[in-house]
């Protein structure tokens, strides 16, 4: 989901465990020369899937053998796809960081870079986050680590991931 913080906690993760941070938003961008808006807008979501499923593939989550440990953060909707779901378990753990809807509207009502969300309001905004988490929550509660966010710091969050993936 968007604004939980997975590019907080995976830079944090990967800052941890001494691995490369890979942010799937920020490769696609790099390789589209635009902003995830820009293509969103020009292109279309189906496109922007598209060209996601294809940076998952590229960075190293699918093959024979991986080529180096890294920590990954994808878009809140790279989830909801069954294929890129196989790409991610294929290669190690999926996590799912429960945010409160409420937190994740403060944090994003002034952010004006999310495709999905150009709300006017705070109401509508936080309406239109929960609209997105009912569709998407099923898929989110497949993944092989569930963490609440609510009320822990970063450092609380990374231990927990960390412990979780120890099992």
């Known amino acids: 989901m968007m604004g939980?913080?997975?590019?907080?906690?995976?830079h944090a993760i990967a800052s941890t465990l001494q691995v490369p941070f890979i942010d799937l938003d920020t490769v696609i961008e790099t390789q589209e020369a635009m902003k995830i808006s820009d293509i969103f807008d020009l292109r279309g979501e189906p496109y922007f899937r598209m060209l996601e499923t294809s940076a998952l593939r590229n960075t190293g989550l699918v093959g024979n053998q991986p080529t180096i440990l890294s920590v990954v953060a994808t878009g809140g909707g790279a989830f909801e796809k069954e294929e890129n779901r196989n790409i991610m378990e294929s290669y190690g753990y999926t996590v799912w960081l429960q945010t409160d809807i409420d937190e994740i509207a403060h944090r994003l009502a002034s952010d004006t870079t999310r495709p999905l969300l150009r709300e006017e309001n705070f109401a509508s905004l936080?309406?239109?986050?929960?609209?997105i988490f009912n569709k998407r929550k099923d898929n989110y509660s497949l993944a092989s680590v569930h963490v609440n966010t609510d009320g822990k710091s970063i450092e609380q969050i990374v231990a927990e991931i960390i412990e979780a993936t120890k099992k």
């Not at 936080?126 to 609209?131: G, I, N, T, V």
């Open 4 to 10: 939980t913080g997975k590019s907080t906690i995976g």
């Open 126 to 131: 936080r309406s239109r986050l929960q609209e």
